[in-house]
């Protein structure tokens, strides 16, 4: 033991105090806008964003200090509508599916300052399940074009689902209170890029010289989402 104690005792220098790893329950939710891109020969109708929500509860462990990787659960309406050219407000929207996604996400954490507002991007992939109702929507109306001619359309809500896999990268503004209590502020991008488009409806429509036209809106599962989390 005494040959030892000479060794430890130049060893000491070199040995850092690991902080402590934490375990966070996280509670997250906020608005989301799906992207359903548009395929109109008619060339009326353009890539509409449509507003809904998204909530879940995860559950982070640290690994380093910088480095946390989390799962848990998360609900996504997914919302389809259209949109026309001039963009006007207050255009048809109706539910296209809905999700339940398991999250799996790595995130590193830093710190510029000492003053304790955090900066966190992180990437990771959704598995889970999407439906919708059996029967889906259909719905006519009449619009009025840009130039304020008139024509009907009949909105037919489609059957296929896009692939249960989704990517997602983010980055969050977290802002730490008295102990370990942290909220942040979450802007993300849910991308199934590397999935075949999905048809979420199509709309036939009649344009101002009489021609018959069908539009399909396509989806993937894309959104983007800004969220407030407290954990």
């Known amino acids: ?12 220098p070199f040995l850092e105090a690991r902080p402590q790893l934490l375990t966070y329950v996280t509670l997250e939710a906020g608005p989301q806008w799906s992207v359903v891109r548009t395929d109109d020969p008619g060339g009326y109708f353009r890539t509409a964003m449509v507003r809904s929500s998204l ?22 309406p997914n919302v389809a509508g ?13 539910e296209d ?3 339940l996604m398991i999250p799996l996400r790595i995130r590193y ?28 929507y259909t719905q006519s109306s009449i619009l009025n074009a840009p130039d304020g001619t008139a024509f009907s359309y009949e909105q037919v809500q489609g059957t296929e689902l896009p692939s249960g896999h989704l990517l997602e990268f983010g980055m969050s503004v977290g802002l730490k209170f008295t102990g370990q209590w942290q909220a942040a502020f979450n802007l993300g991008y849910i991308t199934g890029a590397l999935n075949k488009n999905q048809t979420a409806f ?9 021609r018959d036209h069908t539009a ?8 983007l ?7």
Do not use: W
């Open 216 to 223: 399909r809106y396509l989806s993937r599962g894309c959104g």
């Open 225 to 231: 989402y800004s969220t407030l989390s407290l954990h």
């Open 109 to 136: 954490r830093f710190q510029p300052t000492e003053f304790p507002v955090s900066f966190s991007p992180h990437i990771g992939s959704l598995f889970g399940m999407h439906s919708k109702a059996e029967t889906g």
């Open 202 to 210: 199509s709309l036939a429509y009649t344009d101002q010289q009489g």
């Open 55 to 76: 909530a879940g509860i995860r559950l982070e462990q640290e690994i380093t200090e910088h480095i946390s990787v989390s799962t848990g659960l998360i609900s996504r």
């Open 97 to 99: 599916f809905s999700s």
């Open 82 to 94: 259209i949109n026309m050219i001039d963009a006007r407000r207050l255009q048809s929207a109706n």
């Open 1 to 12: 033991m005494r040959k030892l104690l000479p060794l430890l005792l130049c060893l000491l």
